[in-house]
Each structure stands twice: as structure tokens, then as C-alpha cells.
């Protein structure tokens, strides 16, 4: 019974020991095979790395705002009695808008203006009297006093009526209607918006790295969607006078001409500084760049020599670089750190590759690129 025992022990462990032994050695041959298998070259565009001197400018984004807007309102509460403008009309400073009804009001003017006659009547005959000594000293002062509070009450009231008559406060385009004829409003309520266009405003914001490089004064040019190609200049009117302590980064206020009107306040606005002189900068199209949370970097392209005694031609590989990247120029980016001036990058395709992908050059599509681009080039 111990032999046939161990005789089935050594047969089982021969057996399992060569069903794991050629697994194992199948895994080695298939691993070995996967290493070995070359890998297929992907086909990218690319781009020499190069050197240009680009003109010192600040580019921002912000918005267009006017000089003066407001929503139209009445300090005085009311029936409207009469609407005389339409939506999106030019006024001017002190057009009548709107009129509220004041009839009573005008009624109340008459009766104290009696009071203010009256008064001032009496007030005569005390004068008379008190140069005669028929009256007393403060006779006449409690005189005088009556007559100025009927004066004070006939100027309050006639102020209330005036207050009835909603007048342009500057001259401006007005909004959309907000209110109907016969309608009670309070004071305060809305009834139309009033925007100054000319000029307007565009207001943003800088790092405050660039507080030194802005001054009163200096050109802006401003550009808009809504005019693609057409360039509004302005002048930097204010510069604030504290860095906001959470973004870090400071307001720019600039006053642009729209003297034809065809900018409106709430608008988005591109906004870009020329400064004097130029810098002298690598600059490779932003499709090269990569950009991850660990770091920038980019595919540099280099030649892979055949292997010796080989009569292959030497192929080109992408190997990943990681860089510094600076300001950017329409489409194209300044590199601080990591290139020189001719080294080949890859400029597309860059999801297909990793460290030491053979690669193949096709610029045949390649999408264009310019320091200056414009709708067309899109």
C-alpha cells in the first residue's frame, strides 16, 4: 500500500509539474514574442522649433461697460398718464420719458400757493403796522416766519409735481419698455433702461506680475465677436489701486470711441497692450504643447540609427520632453526651458504616441498657423 502511495504521489506531482512548467514556459514564449514584435510607426505632422521676435504685448479678456447706465425709475409713486418714448430710442439729456398723474397734486400747488399770498398779504400789513409801534417786535417775526413756511410748502409741492415728470438724466439709448399706460407704479419701480454708448468702457483683469508694465494712457486695442476682423482702439483711463488678495490679480479700466454705436455695454471684449520693444523668443504652435497636471511637454523627434550591420535606413522616433511654456502669440507659444531652436517636435497626433513610437511626417493636412490669426484661417 506505501509503494502504490507513493507511486501515485510522484505520478501526480510529474504530472501538474508539467502542466505548470509548460504553461509557464508558453506565458515566457508569448511575453517574449509581444517584446520582441516592432511596433508600428504613427503617422503625425511636424514642426521645426523656432526663433522669433514677438512685440511686447498684455492680452486680456473683460467686458464692456457703459459710462453711464441706469435703470430709469420715480421717486414718486403714481399712475402713468403718459409714455413718450419708444424701446430703443436716442435720447437726450433731459427728454421727458414719462408723465405721472399729478392733477391732484397740482390742485394742492394752487391752494397752498393762496396760503403763500395770504400770508405774504399779512405779512405786509405788519410792517406797516409795526413802523407805526401799533405792534409788537415778535408779532412781526411770527409774521415772517408764517410767510417763509408757506413759500417752503408751495416749492416742496411744486418739487413733488416735478418729480411726476421722469426726464433722460444724459443722453443715451434706452432699453426695452418696462411699463404700460394707466399702471400704478411705486417709487423705485423700473421703466426703462438708459445706456451712455459713447464712449463705453472695458474693464479687466491683469496678474499682478504685469502692475509695473500698464500706465494711464497707453493704446488698447479691443476686439468682439460680434465684428470679426474690425479692431476698436481705446486709451487705459484707471488702474486700480489694490490687488485683488484672492486671485492676486489687479483691475484695468480703458475707454473705448464707439462713436457709430456699434458696441453695446455687457459685451465680451479681447483686449490686447502693445508695449515698446520686442523679446526674442522659441516659439513652437500650441498643438504641440501637452498640457498635464504634472508638467508641460512636448514629442522632440530624432533619428533611431539602424542596427549595426543592418542595411535598414534609420527611422525617426518621438521621445517626450517636458517644458517650460510662456506667453502665447495666436498660435503659437513661447518655450522658456526644455528645446533649441531647430529641434523637430511633433505637432499632431500626439495621443498616439509615447517614448520611442516610430513615427512617420505627413504635413500634407496639417492645419495652418499664424502669430495673427483670423476667422478665415479657422
Not at 101 to 118: F, H, P, S
Not at 181 to 207: C, H, K, R, W
Request: charge should be negative; glycine fraction near 8%.
Amino acid at each position: 500500500m506505501i509503494l502504490r502511495l507513493v507511486i501515485v504521489l510522484v505520478g501526480c506531482t510529474v504530472l501538474f509539474g508539467g502542466v505548470f512548467g509548460m504553461k509557464y514556459m508558453g506565458s515566457k514564449g508569448m511575453n517574449a514574442y509581444f517584446d520582441s514584435m516592432p511596433i508600428p510607426a504613427a503617422t503625425i505632422s511636424a514642426a521645426e522649433v523656432s526663433q522669433a521676435s514677438w512685440p511686447k504685448v498684455i492680452e486680456a479678456v473683460g467686458t464692456l461697460t457703459a459710462v453711464n447706465g441706469i435703470e430709469v425709475t420715480t421717486e414718486a409713486a403714481g399712475i402713468v398718464k403718459s409714455i413718450r418714448f419708444e424701446s430703443g430710442d436716442h435720447v437726450k439729456k433731459g427728454d421727458v420719458l414719462v408723465t405721472l398723474d399729478a392733477d391732484t397734486d397740482r390742485a394742492d400747488l394752487k391752494n397752498l400757493e393762496a396760503q403763500a399770498a395770504l400770508a405774504g398779504t399779512e405779512l405786509e400789513r405788519l410792517h406797516k403796522l409795526y413802523e407805526l409801534e401799533s405792534i409788537s417786535k415778535a408779532e412781526l417775526d411770527r409774521a415772517q416766519s408764517q410767510s417763509t413756511q408757506a413759500k417752503a410748502k408751495v416749492q416742496a409741492q411744486r418739487a413733488r409735481i416735478e418729480q411726476k415728470i421722469i426726464r433722460a438724466p444724459f443722453t443715451g439709448e434706452l432699453g426695452i419698455r418696462k411699463v404700460d399706460l394707466g399702471e400704478y407704479i411705486s417709487p423705485g419701480t423700473p421703466m426703462v433702461s438708459l445706456q451712455a454708448l459713447n464712449p463705453l468702457y472695458v474693464d479687466f483683469t491683469l496678474p499682478e506680475q504685469k502692475i509695473n508694465r500698464v500706465q494711464p494712457g497707453q493704446t488698447v486695442n479691443v476686439r468682439v465677436d460680434l465684428y470679426p476682423g474690425e479692431v476698436f482702439t481705446g486709451k487705459v483711463q484707471a488702474i486700480d489701486s489694490v490687488v485683488n488678495s484672492e486671485t492676486r490679480n489687479f483691475k484695468v479700466r480703458a475707454t473705448v470711441d464707439n462713436e457709430a454705436r456699434l458696441l453695446r455695454a455687457g459685451v465680451f471684449a479681447k483686449v490686447v497692450i502693445e508695449l515698446d520693444g520686442a523679446d526674442e523668443v522659441l516659439m513652437v504652435p500650441r498643438t504641440a504643447i501637452s498640457y498635464n497636471a504634472y508638467g508641460n511637454s512636448v514629442f522632440v523627434l530624432v533619428e533611431k540609427p539602424a542596427a549595426e550591420g543592418s542595411d535598414a535606413e534609420p527611422t525617426l522616433i518621438a521621445r517626450q520632453r517636458f517644458v517650460k511654456t510662456g506667453e502665447g502669440q495666436g498660435d503659437f507659444v513661447a518655450i522658456t526651458e526644455g528645446l533649441k531652436a531647430g529641434e523637430l517636435i511633433a505637432t499632431s497626433g500626439l495621443l498616439k504616441l509615447r517614448n520611442d513610437q516610430p513615427v512617420v511626417i505627413n504635413n500634407d493636412f496639417q492645419p495652418g498657423v499664424s502669430l495673427k490669426p483670423t476667422p478665415e484661417d479657422t
